[in-house]
């Protein structure tokens, strides 16, 4: 079945300074790539997503690439604070015989030093 | 704007009970509803896939049998955990889209801790 790969588990980062998630997939007709932000005990939220028709999407200090050659996708958070500590989970559309779904990276845990 | 409810919040089972746990969309029709389990230090697995109009459809390793899952109308699923062991234990997810394609957004519910005693 499709896997998705993600690097790194872990991202230390000084606050100010940029921090980058990569994710790799496998089924090449997998067109939505969401990330999502789940802090300690709630749910994850979606926080930004990148369809199959582009190459970068811009949001509120959030850059997510897309390179469909190389089946990978990446997330970027610019001018990082306290606030964006988290694990941060990207996952990528596929079908299989349960139909459309939703598979997920490992996660990555974010850590923003003040 | 779109909205899933998913309760309870956290729950405590004994280990051999079973425990139900409900979502429900708001704002939306949840054509389409994705059970998930997130295990301790693990990332979410797919228990089952259930779109209105089609069979519930479980992944390997998540049977109905184990999980039973109710989809009776638009904005409501529910799922049971049956003979709950320590196994069992995680976050469980309900994730919910507007139709059954799969580039529409996936809404998640707040999640039901299940501690298995």
């Known amino acids: 079945g499709e896997q998705v790969e993600q690097l790194p588990s872990i991202l230390r980062v000084q606050e100010g300074s940029s921090a980058s998630i990569n994710c790799t997939y496998e089924?090449?007709?997998?067109?939505?790539f969401p990330w999502y932000k789940q802090e300690p005990g709630e749910n994850p939220k979606l926080i930004i997503d990148i369809r199959s028709n582009m190459e970068r999407k811009q949001t509120q200090g959030l850059i997510v690439l897309l390179d469909k050659k190389a089946k990978r996708f990446s997330l970027h958070i610019t001018d990082t604070q306290p606030g964006d500590s988290a694990m941060y989970f990207c996952a990528a559309s596929g079908t299989n015989s349960a139909g459309n779904k939703l598979t997920f990276g490992i996660g990555t845990r974010v850590l923003v030093r003040p | 704007g779109a909205l899933v409810y998913q309760y309870p919040r956290r729950t405590i089972c004994k280990s051999g009970t079973s425990m139900r746990m409900e979502c429900q969309a708001v704002g939306f029709q949840a054509t389409s509803v994705a059970w998930y389990r997130q295990s301790p230090q693990k990332t979410f697995e797919l228990i089952a896939l259930s779109t209105v109009n089609s069979a519930i459809k479980y992944e390997q390793n998540f049977t109905q049998e184990k999980f039973p899952i109710s989809h009776p109308n638009l904005s409501f699923s529910s799922m049971t955990v049956l003979n709950a062991y320590l196994e069992d234990r995680g976050l469980y997810l309900c994730g919910a889209r507007s139709t059954g394609g799969v580039a529409e957004t996936l809404y998640f519910g707040s999640g039901t801790r299940l501690t298995v005693l």
């Open positions: 089924n090449s007709a997998s067109n939505y």
